[in-house]
């Protein structure tokens, strides 16, 4: 199956039951797939408006008490971002899922690009942590959406994936495991009598149980600053309150939250760091680079945001470069030249969308590296 396919049998395998959406290539298969698949599981499936409308859904499909999602791409993405605000601050489990297209704008629809990372941990306005996953092939796709639904359940968040046209539109081997084989995480239940129950009181962890509206709790959600009631508290108190605990729950849970693959990192001197459909054009580059005798790594980011610092901090002092490969101007770049802190040269190997980035041209890179000509 495609990557967009699997993206739906992974999020019907983790219990989401309620799919709103828009049609936009190159992510429109996934919303196809739920709408044959979903009816068949006692599932909804509603083809909404726009964007916005979408996402709006699927906040209200979760407080609700059922796993919900959508999925999208540039232009969608951008929509759906005033409410993925909304998502974080009312705390609200969901998973949307953008197969990032080159833009900005319209721009090419039907091809790859990479360039929505920094909207995917910004695109909303204020200050704010967000979990984003980016799946290098169709079976993680799969695996990744299982994950995302897991850890939005956990932490009470809209989780993002964070794909690519390749990776959607790929046609690969998906081993689908038996449902006992399945981690399935769900959000945590209120321990406390209805009457004493309030939607924001954190446990000691920070992590606030999450009761369904129409259970006979008392509910109030409001995308303004609130107390642990829901109420609005209109004073910077309560937004320090309110966001350090947004912000730590996520942060104090890095170790746990951050996933990477880490290949001949043991004796690297040139480390690559990709994503996403990248990471593969980078692994064949690290793997032609050894042949050669060049003593290459890898660090595939299976999650974006958190960003692995530690990861990037621990292995810079030990290289003689690091190199970013990615379907941008330079966004994650960035990031590991922040990490890396001087510690050793950081390059960038990429283009503007529209096509995949050739291992040789990250080969090059690392033979040049290699070289100390960076």
Same mark, same amino acid.
């Given at each position: ?278 990471? =593969? $054009? ?11 005798? /060049?003593?290459? @790594?890898?660090? %595939? *980011? +299976? ?9 990037? =901090? $621990? ?11 990615? /379907?941008?101007? @330079?966004?994650? %770049? *960035? +990031? ?10 950081? $390059? ?27």
């Amino acid at each position: 199956m495609n990557g967009d396919e699997a993206c739906c049998e992974g999020a019907l395998s983790a219990g989401c039951r309620f799919f709103a959406g828009y049609p936009i290539t190159p992510a429109t298969e996934i919303a196809e797939s739920m709408s044959r698949r979903l009816p068949q599981l006692g599932g909804i499936f509603i083809q909404m408006e726009d964007e916005i409308a979408s996402m709006a859904a699927i906040l209200g499909a979760s407080w609700g008490g059922v796993k919900s999602m959508t999925s999208t791409s540039g232009p969608g993405f951008s929509l759906m971002m005033e409410n993925i605000g909304l998502g974080i601050c009312t705390e609200t489990p969901c998973v949307v899922c953008n197969v990032q297209r080159a833009g900005p704008s319209t721009g090419l629809p039907t091809s790859v690009g990479q360039g929505d990372v920094m909207q995917a941990r910004w695109g909303s306005h204020g200050h704010y942590e967000i979990i984003v996953l980016a799946p290098a092939s169709p079976q993680q796709m799969f695996d990744m959406t299982i994950r995302a639904f897991n850890l939005s359940e956990y932490y009470r968040l809209p989780v993002l994936i964070l794909a690519d046209e390749v990776v959607g539109h790929m046609n690969e081997r998906v081993i689908i495991p038996r449902e006992d084989e399945i981690e399935i995480i769900n959000r945590r239940k209120p321990s406390v009598a209805r009457e004493d129950y309030l939607p924001y009181e954190a446990d000691t962890d920070g992590i606030a149980p999450m009761a369904n509206c129409g259970d006979g709790y008392r509910i109030h959600v409001t995308g303004l600053t609130h107390d642990d009631r829901g109420y609005p508290a209109m004073n910077a108190a309560a937004q320090e309150q309110m966001i350090a605990r947004l912000v730590d729950k996520i942060r104090n849970n890095r170790e746990k939250i951050i996933s990477t693959k880490n290949l001949y990192l043991d004796d690297a001197e040139i480390v690559v760091v990709s994503y996403g459909i990248s990471a =593969r $054009s980078a692994m064949q580059a690290v793997r032609n680079a050894r042949d050669e005798g /060049i003593k290459a @790594g890898l660090i %595939v *980011l +299976e999650t974006i945001w958190p960003f692995p610092e530690e990861l990037i =901090r $621990s292995v810079a002092p030990g290289a003689k470069a690091m190199i970013m490969a990615e /379907i941008n101007g @330079g966004q994650l %770049v *960035l +990031e590991l030249e922040r990490c890396a802190c001087g510690a050793c040269p950081v $390059s960038l190997v990429s283009n503007f969308g529209g096509a995949i980035i050739h291992p040789n041209l990250i080969l090059n890179a690392i033979s040049k590296a290699a070289k100390g000509s960076i």
